[in-house]
């Protein structure tokens, strides 16, 4: 449940500020300047859509079986 909970918030704030989510994530993780392509902050956007309906599918499930 945390898990979920955690990436969820993970996936709003990468479908809401893709890029400056992943050139934080970037700067930690690369020494110097590095150049990302375009196409990497829609990937970046589709990861945090799936964690998103990842956490809601999970969400659903878990109120199907107490229900």
Partial sequence: MLL???????G???LAVPK??????MDLAAEGDV???P???????????????WALWGLLRRSRRTG
């Fill in 39 to 53: 196409w990497v902050y829609t990937v970046v956007r589709a990861e945090g859509a799936a964690f998103v309906l």
């Fill in 20 to 25: 400056p989510f992943t050139d934080f994530w």
């Fill in 4 to 10: 979920r909970l955690v990436l969820a918030a993970v």
């Fill in 35 to 37: 150049e990302l392509r």
């Fill in 12 to 14: 709003i704030a990468e």
